[in-house]
């Protein structure tokens, strides 16, 4: 079972673009976080949410968490090659266990 | 050293072999998990360490799969009789604080298992 689900699971976009990608559950969390994983390499984390209806900005990304702490989102303005990856949500659930959702893939062509 | 280092990066097993895949967390970092994550999957939690103690193993797949901190710092995740659905990467993160702390995690490359 899926504890979180996001979506979409794949986007292609040109440079220039916007984008959002979703994580949703039906479970609440702790805390949210968002991972950027290239390939070969592990996941990097690129923020944690921790209370309901908080808003991060991290230059052109902002993450947004639900106000009941069950889903999250991440928006990429004018997105560059350099944004190319995998994105992963990951929550922690219970203040014990981080879930990760199935990930993004994200491509921007120059 | 200045990250988490795992080794081997590839190993390609022999159906029924067994393997041991080592992680080397950053000094001083309390918690140690293991992840499995499948091509185009997110991680799937395996077990956790917090110093030496493995507190959480609720993760593993199956019998054959065991994980060790010693002196709790290095870790193994040992796999018997390696199946083919056991192929994917196994990723190690660490962490300054015990589970639970909101704490960030950092990860290692990853060891890319391929069993034929």
């Known amino acids: 079972t899926q504890l979180l689900e996001q979506s979409p699971q794949f986007l292609s976009i040109q440079e220039g673009e916007n984008l959002t990608v979703y994580c949703n559950s039906s479970?609440?969390?702790?805390?949210l976080q968002w991972y950027r994983q290239e390939p070969g390499e592990g996941p990097v984390l690129l923020v944690t949410?921790?209370?309901?209806?908080e808003v991060k900005k991290l230059k052109r990304l902002t993450f947004q968490f639900g106000d009941a702490r069950k889903d999250s989102s991440l928006h990429i303005t004018a997105a560059q090659p350099g944004d190319t990856g995998l994105y992963l949500c990951?929550?922690?659930?219970?203040?014990?266990?981080?879930?990760f959702g199935s990930g993004t893939k994200l491509n921007v062509k120059p | 050293g200045a990250g988490v280092s795992q080794s081997p990066r590839y190993k390609v097993a022999k159906r029924g072999q067994d393997v041991a895949l080592r992680c080397d967390p950053i000094s001083g970092h309390v918690s140690l998990f293991w992840y499995q994550q499948a091509l185009g999957q997110g991680p799937e939690f395996l077990t956790y360490?917090?110093?030496?103690?493995?507190?959480?193993k609720s993760g593993l797949p199956s019998d054959r799969f065991f994980a060790e901190r010693p002196e709790g710092s290095v870790s193994t995740l040992k796999i018997q009789r390696t199946q083919q659905e056991d192929s994917a990467v196994y990723l190690c993160?660490?962490?300054?604080?015990?589970?639970?702390?909101?704490?960030?995690?950092?990860f290692g490359s990853g060891t890319q298992l391929s069993v034929l």
């Open positions: 949410v921790v209370t309901g209806g």
């Open positions: 990951a929550g922690l659930y219970n203040f014990n266990k981080f879930y």
């Open positions: 360490f917090q110093n030496e103690a493995q507190l959480d």
């Open positions: 479970s609440v969390f702790s805390s």
């Open positions: 993160a660490s962490s300054l604080r015990p589970r639970g702390g909101g704490e960030k995690l950092f």
